[in-house]
């Protein structure tokens, strides 16, 4: 068990955060899966165009083609396809985890307007959601746009490097209510809004949903939907299963789990 921030409104105004207690053991099950090798390895490349695959360490000609940052906003999982298809070898076995509270594991990593020193507000630029099967954690579909910045409309030097957004990546494209209303469209579609779907939202820290989502849409006078008020910190579950807590994020967690990261690291499709 470990926590998860509940944000409710009070009838003044003012955020009250309730801190409640969260079962995050299958996040715990599954670092300790990675851990022990018995996982499926995540490749992303950082390359606008190029796939973002899984490979199995069985079998690393097998791969899965998961989505492709080319094309629209939000995509779907296509159908499998590989070497090992041509082959006519078997499929390796995907692991499978004990059942448990969730249907799916929603990762998701904003990316923000930022600059060297601190700017207010800041704005979200990058809204991606992977959707992981509860049981295999299999990628079933991704969400991924990006969002027009409106108070800071152009883009720092310094967030472009930090986050491999050019301008012309967030020109013209959806607003954040915008983005919102696609991503609700999403998550109804793939009918993660059916009161029987137990899903979770997964981040890298609290940041995302207790301080970002939260801030913005009061700015804007926007509703934050009740999905996004609750979620697993990743780095608590790393904690739990590791005995140490990963104070640099992503990076720390990587290294700590033997794992080769591929992709930019502030990218919010490539971290997610």
Not at 41 to 48: A, D, Q
Not at 103 to 113: G, I, K, S
Not at 140 to 158: D, K, N, R
Request: charged share 20%; glycine share 6%; with cysteine.
């Amino acid at each position: 068990m470990s926590d998860v921030y509940i944000q409710k409104k009070k009838c003044g105004g003012s955020a009250t955060v309730i801190n409640l207690r969260l079962d995050i053991s299958p996040m715990v099950q599954f670092i300790h899966c990675i851990k022990s090798a018995n996982f499926l390895r995540l490749h992303r490349s950082s390359g606008l165009g190029q796939p973002l695959v899984f490979l199995f360490p069985s079998e690393r000609g097998s791969a899965e083609f998961v989505s492709n940052r080319r094309h629209s906003d939000i995509q779907s999982l296509p159908p499998p396809v590989g070497n090992i298809m041509a082959s006519g070898q078997q499929p390796p076995s995907r692991p499978s985890f004990h059942p448990q509270t969730y249907h799916n594991f929603l990762v998701l990593d904003f990316e923000a307007t930022c600059d060297k020193q601190l700017i207010k507000p800041q704005e979200i630029i990058e809204f991606p959601i992977l959707k992981l099967h509860g049981r295999t954690l299999e990628i079933e579909s991704v969400f991924h746009t990006y969002v027009q910045p409106i108070v800071h409309s152009e883009l720092t030097p310094f967030c472009t490097e930090l986050t491999g957004i050019v301008q012309s990546m967030v020109d013209g494209k959806p607003t954040l209510q915008q983005a919102l209303q696609m991503a609700d469209d999403w998550m109804r579609n793939e009918g993660l809004l059916n009161p029987k779907v137990n899903s979770i939202f997964v981040t890298c820290g609290d940041w995302d949903l207790k301080t970002m989502l939260p801030g913005q849409c009061q700015d804007l006078g926007l509703p934050v939907p009740d999905y996004f008020k609750k979620w697993i910190n990743l780095k608590k579950a790393y904690s739990f299963a590791m005995g140490n807590y990963p104070k640099n994020g992503l990076p720390f967690m990587v290294k700590g789990l033997n794992l080769e990261h591929i992709g930019k690291l502030h990218s919010g499709i490539d971290a997610s």
